[in-house]
């Protein structure tokens, strides 16, 4: 036992104390037996739940915190939560970049969904200084950008290598959405400045985001046609359709809605999304379907209530 206990400890004396503490309550000893020597004999796994109660209460909601990532949203690749349940799979007190980036990215087998987590992991490496403040945990990570993610706190080491890394998976309700993007945009070009603004703001929650600029490389050489029907009919869990003025007026747009709609009658939930820019009629969207208003709320109140639905269908297809 006292082996057990200095192997776990890293002889770190606080977590030594926790231990030797939770021991003492097991076998019923709650104070100093005077004059009176007795041995204690517990194997630490059967203990590690009644180690694991005392640091709960301190780390587990900012563990959960973490795994959400910047705002409370998740990306489609759930790269956040990869992050932690790497560092609660390593050992080690510094964890380099390029070893997280071995561990979430580089087990992906196909070569485009690897291309997406990847870019999802830097795009959370990007967040993770805010998300450690967010959390409170700056005394606790430290996150030194392109080299590694230190744990400056040996409790927390200790109880990060004891955690159920899938009882933090259950809190932060995973999404298993097998859509490669979150949401399709689809819009006309004129408003092309007002489109990016938005699709950053949703890449800064953590969402993944089919936007033409972004995927240039991707789309040069292809038929346009067959790509982008295969994107807006199959590829995306929701399609957001900014509704401006030249919007009905362009050959690219009428395209793009005319798949999305189709795909739509396909889908047992909500797919088509309509973001209002101007007053505007468009054959096929009704008046009576909800919409975002973008004359009346902000794209960033506007960002939040998307991510919050990716969420929310994300928890829905785990029940």
């Known amino acids: 036992m006292q082996q057990q206990i200095i192997g776990a400890s890293n002889c770190v004396p ?64 759930n790269t956040y939560f990869d992050i932690v349940a790497s560092i609660a799979r390593d050992r080690r007190s510094e ?29 959370c490496l990007n967040n993770l200084e805010e998300v450690i403040a967010e ?30 890394i899938d009882e933090i998976r259950r809190r932060v309700a995973i999404r298993t959405s097998h859509y490669p ?10 408003i092309r400045s007002k489109v990016e603004e938005f699709v950053r703001a949703l890449q800064d929650r953590g969402l993944s985001v089919f936007y033409d600029f972004d995927q240039q490389a991707m ?41 999305g709609k189709s795909a739509a009658k396909k889908r047992t939930q909500e797919y088509l999304l309509p973001v209002i820019v101007d007053d505007v009629k468009v054959v096929g969207i009704s008046d009576t379907i909800g919409h975002v208003d973008l004359r009346k709320v902000t794209i960033e109140r506007a960002a939040d209530m ?13 029940t």
């Open 14 to 77: 606080s977590v030594i104390q926790v231990i030797c503490k939770t021991c003492c309550i097991e076998a019923g000893i709650e104070s100093t037996i005077p004059g009176e020597r007795k041995e204690i004999d517990h194997d630490l796994k059967k203990l590690r739940d009644s180690v694991l109660r005392v640091f709960h209460a301190k780390y587990m909601g900012k563990v959960v915190g973490l795994a959400q990532g910047k705002r409370r949203a998740r990306a489609v690749h």
């Open 95 to 123: 964890i380099p970049t390029a070893s997280l980036y071995q561990d979430v990215v580089g087990t992906v087998a196909d070569r485009d969904e690897r291309k997406r987590k990847a870019t999802s992991f830097y795009n």
């Open 135 to 164: 959390q409170r945990l700056e005394d606790t990570l430290h996150f030194a950008k392109g080299k590694a993610v230190s744990i400056e706190d040996p409790t927390f080491r200790f109880y990060m290598n004891l955690l159920d």
């Open 181 to 190: 993007y979150d949401v399709a945009v689809s819009f006309a070009g004129d």
């Open 219 to 259: 789309l040069w050489g292809q038929d346009l046609s067959v790509l982008l029907s295969q994107v807006y009919s199959s590829e995306a869990l929701y399609m957001v359709v900014f509704l401006s003025e030249s919007y009905p007026e362009r050959d690219w747009t009428e395209f793009e809605v005319s798949i």
């Open 306 to 318: 998307l991510a919050e639905k990716v969420q929310t269908a994300g928890a829905d297809a785990e």
